[in-house]
């Protein structure tokens, strides 16, 4: 389980979240949405300590995580795939899922990169590609794939869809899905794109200005149309 209770997360001067409160079990597949600005991004940085200043308990497995850096609760299972992808250009596919399992806890087997790759028909075929000659959805499954050479027990997720051609979308549903089912690992998925969101979660947790507005399933959801009326319609 991932809990954070009452956190306030701030930049600089800018209080961004406001005594939120959020927990998952570690099987779980839920959704983050919400507005740009929302909050969604800071949500997962705040989960791993990856950026804003945060006050407030966060834990794991029952243990408080205090101030413990991002590549620490990474070794504990928690994997971010940021916005920005972050992968490495002057690398070739296969070394970039390579490298990426050096941050996996201690307790993992290391796993094969080819195996790695072969969870990814998109990336496959590319494995000896270099970062920088990927399209932005290639990049975005790379980013993804590299997640699971570290073997997290949660990925958070943060809107893999972004500048994504639709169609590439709509492969990259079953690629996610079939990694969390062939993993057993869970799932916390910031998105703007709710049909992806539904495809793949479970729960949605819908994000207003720094607040949870709305923490239920997706049938819930459907019952509150007024829930996307106020705090998603533009
Ligand atoms: N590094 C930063 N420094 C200062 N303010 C920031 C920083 N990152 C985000 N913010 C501000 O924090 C607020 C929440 O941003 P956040 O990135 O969490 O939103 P989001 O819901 O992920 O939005 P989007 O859908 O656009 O990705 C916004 O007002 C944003 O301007
Ligand atoms: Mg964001």
Known sequence: MIAAEDINAFYGPSHILFDLSFSMAATERVAVVG?????????????????????????????????????????????????????????????????????????????????????????????????????????????????????????????PTEGVAPAIVEDMVGTIRDMCDSTGMGLLLCEQNLWFARKLTDRIVVMDTGRIAFDGTWQEFAARPEIKETHLAL
């Open 35 to 159: 507005r740009n600005g929302a909050g969604k991004s800071t949500l997962l940085k705040s989960l791993m300590n990856a950026g804003p200043r945060v006050e407030g308990k966060v834990s794991w497995q029952g243990r408080s995580l205090g101030r413990s850096a991002a590549y620490k609760r990474a070794r504990l299972g928690l994997q971010m795939v940021p916005e920005d992808r972050r992968i490495y250009h002057h690398l070739t596919v296969r070394e970039n899922v390579r490298i990426a399992g050096h941050a996996r806890p201690s307790s993992a087997p290391r796993l094969d990169p080819d195996a790695v790759l072969a969870q990814f028909p998109m990336l496959e075929p590319l494995r000896d590609r270099m970062g920088f000659q990927l399209s932005g959805g290639q990049q975005q499954i790379l980013a993804i794939a590299r997640a699971v050479a570290a073997h997290p027990t949660v990925m958070l997720l943060d809107e």
